[in-house]
């Protein structure tokens, strides 16, 4: 069985910072696009940064550029988000993913974790 579990959410101000984790069991993160994708209250679904494997490439959202890092452990089979200068308009639950096609992008994600909500405060 395949899972995710993420975790790291929690309440910070605006302006503080955060660490997401995102453990992987049953797939190797590294034969996998893997990244991060956010829901606010109401809105849809957005990715926030992205691993390929077609291309090697780690990609960010312009709503998150340079103030968020994606990193990986792969002897850990773990992935991280490391968020900074966090905002109000980034609370929202982070969902951690993986997709065997290699290429990023929800449509292209295969397995999900659960979440873990951010709620930053102003």
């Known amino acids: 069985e395949v899972q995710l579990q993420a975790s790291g959410g929690g309440l910070v101000q605006g302006g503080g910072s955060l660490r997401l984790s995102c453990v992987a069991s049953?797939?190797?993160?590294?034969?996998?696009?893997i990244g991060w994708f956010r829901q606010a209250p109401g809105k849809e679904r957005e990715w926030v940064s992205c691993?390929?494997?077609?291309?090697?490439?780690?990609i960010y959202s312009d709503s998150v550029k340079g103030r968020f890092t994606f990193s990986r452990d792969n002897a850990k089979n773990t992935m991280f988000l490391q968020m900074t200068s966090l905002r109000p308009d980034d609370t929202a639950t982070y969902y951690c993913?993986?997709?065997?096609?290699?290429?990023?992008?929800?449509?292209?994600?295969?397995?999900w974790g659960k979440g873990t909500l951010v709620t930053v405060s102003s």
């Open positions: 691993y390929s494997t077609f291309d090697g490439l780690t």
């Open positions: 993913a993986a997709g065997a096609t290699g290429l990023c992008g929800a449509e292209g994600m295969d397995y």
């Open positions: 049953g797939i190797t993160l590294d034969d996998y696009a």
